[in-house]
């Protein structure tokens, strides 16, 4: 059986296992605070490789943010524009008290929802920003749970261990990386937003709160429910016989 | 009963129960590090007698590590020239 070297700390590891498990915390390709100085002053200098770098970087994550704010794609790619526009108007005034990509966010999100709302007044977007997930979601399926006895609500059969390499094995694979994609775009708007500012982007629970206006309890419920739904996919993916090469 | 039956009942017994329906619940309290220390403790217990759930926790964490890594994509040419182009009237400052 699997030994799990558990501390009190909140970080637990598993042997014979290289990837770096601090998720919580996982920025993507997080620059360092020099780094990101650096950065900005290669910008105000007006070096065009490193906004080219910049765009390059964020583009597509703003995009799929956009999307899960305004729906339609040609919206999105319009509330994107405008995000980059936002970035030079402001970038002499940025003050580094957030991270460049906090703040690149913070301008996305807030375009995004004047967008939304303008959008959901003059179309039919009203469901938009409903909370239509607000009820109980079990994160797995009850079926999976033994039902009576002193072990009702323990598992009745333990869930498939995945392969290792998991996350760069299934995303080497187009197939596998659009699937996941097409998995999070199934997900309801609230919940897409939280996925990919946490999970994807790496933002800290505090600044997605800000952006959002919610809840840090209200925010991890979401965020766990995203996190349950995409597992749930993953799992049927890779246990369905088509596991990425 | 098994040996692992035997141990979760005994802790069951000692700290509180926590099922395997609530274990998977509180997954992303455990992560965020918002877990209150007592619960926290109950959450290693069952952790380190519940091979399903140590499965469990495996996954939800190669899931979030997957979603950290999705590639990143270019924008479409023309949009990159234009934002390139914008940048260059905005340099001379």
């Keep these: 059986m699997t030994q799990v070297d558990v501390s009190l700390s909140g970080s637990m590891r598993m042997p014979g296992h290289a990837l770096p498990e601090e998720t919580s915390t996982l920025e993507r390709d997080s620059l360092s605070t020099r780094e990101e100085r650096h950065l900005l002053t290669r910008l105000r200098a007006g070096d065009e490789a490193a906004f080219a770098s910049l765009v390059d970087r964020h583009h597509s994550s703003l995009l799929r943010l956009a999307m899960a704010h305004v729906s339609d794609r040609s919206v999105a790619e319009e509330v994107v524009q405008e995000t980059w526009i936002g970035v030079l108007e402001g970038l002499d005034r940025f003050e580094g008290r957030s991270s460049l990509k906090t703040w690149i966010y913070r301008i996305l999100t807030n375009k995004a929802k004047t967008r939304g709302v303008r959008e959901s007044r003059h179309t039919t977007f009203s469901s938009l920003g409903s909370a239509d997930e607000e009820g109980d979601e079990p994160a797995v399926d009850p079926s999976q749970f033994r039902t009576s006895g002193h072990w009702a609500d323990y598992w009745s059969s333990y869930p498939e261990p995945w392969d290792e390499a998991t996350p760069e094995k299934l995303l080497l694979s187009k197939e596998g990386a659009g699937y996941l994609e097409q998995a999070i775009e199934a997900l309801p708007l609230n919940l897409r937003q939280v996925l990919i500012m946490r999970d994807i982007e790496g933002l800290e629970s505090k600044e997605v709160c800000d952006m959002l206006g919610v809840s840090e309890g209200n925010q991890r419920v979401l965020l766990h429910r995203a996190r349950s739904r995409v597992r749930r996919a993953l799992e049927q993916y890779l246990e369905g016989g088509r596991k990425p090469a | ?93």
């Design chain 2, 1 to 93: 009963m098994t040996r692992e039956e035997i141990k979760i009942y005994v802790f069951d017994y000692l700290a509180g129960r926590m099922t395997c329906k609530d274990f998977v619940e509180v997954i992303t309290d455990y992560l965020d590090g918002t877990m209150p220390f007592f619960r926290r403790v109950r959450f290693h217990l069952h952790l380190g007698m519940c091979l399903g759930c140590r499965i469990y926790l495996r996954q939800m964490r190669q899931t979030i590590q997957t979603l950290g890594r999705l590639p990143e994509q270019p924008p479409p040419p023309q949009v990159r020239d234009e934002l390139l182009q914008r940048f260059k009237t905005w340099k001379p400052r």
